[in-house]
């Protein structure tokens, strides 16, 4: 077997697992307010999540089969560089999971390509404006957006149903959060299994086993939507038990109106090619949907730390997607870095979940209101 | 940074139109919702003893219901058509 397809198939298995820790990452996205509030009992929720996740990765394929498209200079894109990158955003996935932080899995991938980049290239291959114009700005103004448009939310909601039975005015928003959680289930299998399905679609062009213009395969629309399927259903419960309660306790009015607000803030983004983080999104509405009632309902501190954990994701994905890079090429042109780089990386990762896992099995799985 | 490069590297237009469709369509998804719990409870309230307020609060219910369904369609069709 020759170098390059030894590469092409850590690469494909590489993107796979990204897509895994993509889906693991951000289950909280769709189901910590759903689970939260009692709408539906987590377990339910998780599978029902992978599931509209999975039918969302076939629901279009028309994103451009593009690697941080107007981030960094497309020519100069190889599948060491994107082995570099897909590294950098598992490892930031993976520690932010760790310290139950949502964050954007999306810019933890443009960070750790921009990163290994930089250290193959230089400077000159990263175009900067469109890092500003694509990532940050947009990192800006979903969280505030969201925040505006689901405190608004919740005040509407509290004034229309404020006097009625408290009873089947929460039994109504529960039925409501399942059908916005759907909404963003499906959102979430369309945009970031995509990603997947054009980092594998390109490293198979780059490698001469479809021409530049083939459709993507449909083993690889397959692959990439069971693996995000899978990790939403594993479900990163630390991270939920953040999103769902400890930023703030909601009631299903708030769930619903973080979760509606956001759905309707992601596909408004969407619809005028926007690129709104989903994680950014529902974390702005929750605490948006907390602070509207009263500015003390939000643990303050809760939210920096998170808003701490979206500043360090492109700089930290990039650092190691940079040094990734450098390690492999210590070993050359060939086959050997990225086999030592995936090897080790997958020792640390068995590593790091055994010993989270005997850490804080508490915390993962029998927390209140997050058991599965 | 410089007006000119900002403006370079933001859409503003774009971005104005993503604040207040999103700001449009959460508060009115919320409101649309609420209106269907409203009047759905209303409506069994009033089942019994006033059959008219109880069939006014039906439609309110129905009108939001169709809003919310009209909002996901938007929404699928959103996410087919990108």
Request: aromatic share 6%; charged share 10%; glycine share 12%.
């Amino acid at each position: 077997m020759a170098a390059a397809d030894v590469i092409l198939g850590i690469v494909v298995a590489t993107a796979l697992a990204f897509d895994f820790t993509n889906g693991f990452h951000d289950t909280a996205n769709v189901v910590a307010t759903t689970i939260s509030t009692r709408a539906l009992p987590p377990r339910v929720a998780v599978t029902l999540a992978a599931l509209l996740n999975f039918v969302g990765a076939f629901l279009s394929l028309a994103v451009a089969a593009t690697i941080a498209k107007d981030i960094v200079d497309q020519q100069l894109v190889t599948t060491t560089i994107v082995f570099a990158g897909l590294v950098g955003a598992i490892v930031w996935n993976l520690a932010t999971w760790y310290f139950g932080l949502p964050s954007s899995s999306s810019h933890a991938l443009v960070g750790g390509v921009v990163g290994a980049m930089l250290a193959a290239h230089g400077t000159a291959a990263v175009h900067f404006d469109g890092l500003a114009g694509k990532v940050l700005v947009p990192a800006l103004i979903a969280p505030i957006l969201a925040f505006a448009v689901a405190g608004i939310a919740i005040l509407v909601c509290y004034r229309v149903v404020g006097r009625l039975a408290p009873g089947p005015v929460s039994r109504g928003y529960r039925l409501g959060q399942v059908l916005s959680g759907g909404m963003l289930a499906l959102a979430h299998g369309t945009n970031d299994a995509q990603k997947t399905m054009g980092v594998i679609t390109l490293a198979l062009i780059a490698n001469g086993n479809l021409a530049p213009d083939a459709a993507v395969p449909t083993w690889v629309v397959i692959s990439a939507a069971t693996a995000i399927a899978l990790g939403t259903w594993l479900g990163g419960w630390r991270i939920i038990k953040t999103m769902g309660s400890r930023i703030i306790k909601m009631d299903p009015a708030q769930g619903f109106a973080s979760q509606g607000a956001g759905a309707a803030t992601i596909l408004a983004a969407t619809h005028f090619g926007y690129p709104l983080s989903t994680t950014h999104v529902i974390s702005g509405g929750v605490m948006g949907a907390g602070a509207a009632k009263r500015l003390s309902a939000v643990r303050w501190g809760v939210a920096g730390n998170i808003v701490v954990a979206w500043v360090l994701t492109l700089p930290c994905a990039a650092l190691v997607g940079g040094v990734v890079y450098g390690v492999t090429r210590l070993f050359g042109g060939g086959a050997a870095g990225p086999v030592v780089v995936a090897a080790a990386g997958i020792a640390l990762m068995v590593y790091v979940f055994v010993r989270r896992l005997q850490r804080g099995a508490a915390i993962t799985t029998t927390a209140e209101g997050v058991s599965p | 940074m410089s007006p000119v490069s900002a403006t370079k590297i933001v859409d503003v237009g774009q971005l104005a139109q993503v604040i207040y469709v999103a700001l449009i369509a959460g508060v009115a998804l919320s409101l649309a919702f609420s209106l269907v719990i409203r009047g759905a409870v209303r409506a069994g309230e009033h089942r019994r003893t006033r059959p008219v307020l109880a069939t006014a609060h039906a439609l309110l219910a129905t009108a939001g219901l169709l809003v919310v369904l009209g909002a996901i369609v938007f929404g699928v069709s959103v996410m087919l058509s990108k």
